[in-house]
């Protein structure tokens, strides 16, 4: 058995533990959507999910940029779009599901989103996020038709947990593409690792004795030239 | 050895799992090897949660969505280890050739060495790829050498090439070294090819001619092609095929026998190989089973070494499916988001750069690793009195 590959395993850990927290994702669902459906006023976009751990606190949403865009990084300086443009901005809530209690807000410029992107909003960690549904709802309420974000919409329930809701009606086993994210703690990190470990404690408990089988045998081999001088 | 794994690890399962259901699989690739994994894995089907490992069970290969579903489940550092428990019989194997083939003052420190090896370990445990298969069989046919069985050696060397294709690079130094007379090299290469042309020729004849030209397709045949130079036209250089020439031009202009010269132009080729063509960071343990049998020449050990300091960054232009993905195992969420070395380079400077600085520096320590053996098998030729004639050595 590869000792030495098992001794890195916890170097690389504590590196990683000492680099911080990491922002871990929650399984959401990853496939664009065939449909572009349209926020703008009052119509809004929105999804339930569910989170398994602590401190969720961000949610990734694939959006596509307003057509005045056309694959330009930058709006035209004479173009009305940009003006228009300048002060918007895409509002993701959050709530808690099935109750729809507000718990956070978050707002990104419409102005710079010059390119089809997984945009992130950041909120604050919601400790007790652990085994709770949400439903987050994508707006726009200072946009016209015109300039309208869109938002991937694909049939066909990809994401089990949830499903998408076009101005706040269920979309018939649609999802869009969306991940949400949990502020991640070495402990979370360290719990996580304990209980996929403990997940199969049969074959953890025989591992453990070969390695340290393998071991004792090589200190043993190591050791015999020793004891013949 | 159970905390790590690489999609690719997956799909060669995956296809043993669609042999086993007698189900057809995309691609083409070595039939062997898939049977082998087949094997492998209808052993230890009982031992596993088979069903749950597969996804979609119309499917006829596998995605990105089924590696994640796979090490998100509950006994993946079970199935981990069993998937990669063949590679550990094979690598004991291969540990045991190195031995019958290092003299018995070198067997502790050629051992030592493949033991302690990050690259050997990465290959087999942390990626879990299946080159120690092709490696025992290189040792095996360079053991078969020592023992004067030139023709089974080329036989086991023809396996070889028929499970992963590039040790064809290695048939004609062996064809050109073990034999003087032409007749003869025919001959032994003819058993180095045979193999791979017997497969080729069964697909064809089978109606696979399409998998046939998928095979001659792959990118993977493009890779000593891709270190070359622009002339004119259709007129490029391509600089392996032109170094590979010239070895193999030096062999049959200059008479080169016997065991010693067979490793040190095998060595010779496989470095020439990655020192000039873009590989993927597991066949690195192709150089293993030649470097293991020099550990005891000056100033090898230190070259390895940083080569295999080079050969670390070089893996940097994967990204996370050579960081963080790899321990995904012990906890999906969390190393599916560790940012990758290259990503945090790129914050301060572009990481491409830094690896084509490290992949440029990697192939120089592999063309010193070459200078180092070549100039000790100059030491080796001188002789100690003039009136003495040059004794070779008989071991490297």
Known sequence: MKKRAVKLLPVFLMAVLLSGCV????????????????????????????????????????????????????????????????????????????DRREVAVAERPVSKMNRAAMRTFYFDPIPESKKRSYYFEISAPGLTEDLAIRVGLRYGDLYRRGTAYIDSRPAAGGDIQFMPYIRMTPRMLLNSIGSRLLADPAFIAVWLLLVLATAAATALAWRKPVVQR | MPFTTHSDLLSIYYRAHLLLERRPFKGF????????????LWLFKPLIPYASIWGNPRANTYELGDWMVFVNTSYIFRELFLFKLPYLVFEALAVWMLIKLSEPDRTVKAVAFWMLNPVVIFSTYIFGRFDIVVVFLLLSALYLVKLNRDNEAMIVLGLAVLLRVYPIILVLPFALILKTDSRARWRLAGFGLLPLLASILAGLSSGEARAVKGLAGMQHLEYPLTMKFYLFNQDNLYVFVFLYSLVILYLLLNTRHGFSDLVRYCFYVVVLFFATSFFHPHYFIWLA???????????????????????????????????????????????????????????????????GIARSFFSAACLAMAYVVWRESKVAMVPADVNEPAKERVAP
Do not use: C
């Open chain 2, 29 to 40: 690739g070595p039939n062997l090897f898939s049977l082998l994994h087949a094997g492998f």
């Open chain 2, 289 to 355: 089973p030649f470097a293991a049998l020099y550990t005891e020449l000056p100033q090898f050990l230190p070259v390895h070494r940083l080569q295999i300091a080079a050969w670390v960054t070089y893996t940097f232009q994967w990204g996370r499916s050579l960081a963080g993905y790899l321990l995904a195992p012990l906890s999906p969420a969390f190393f599916w988001s560790v940012m990758s070395p290259s990503e945090w380079i790129d914050r301060f400077y572009p990481s491409i750069q830094v690896v």
């Open chain 1, 23 to 98: 922002e871990a994702p929650v399984v959401g669902q990853g496939v664009a959507g065939k449909k572009k459906q349209p926020v703008f006023g009052r119509h809004t976009v929105g999804q339930n999910f569910e989170v398994y751990d602590r401190n969720l606190t961000r949610v990734d949403v694939f959006l596509y940029p307003p057509r005045a865009f056309r694959g330009r990084p930058v709006l035209p300086k004479e173009s009305g779009a940009r003006t228009r443009l300048a002060d918007k901005k895409v509002v993701m809530r959050l709530y808690s599901w099935p």
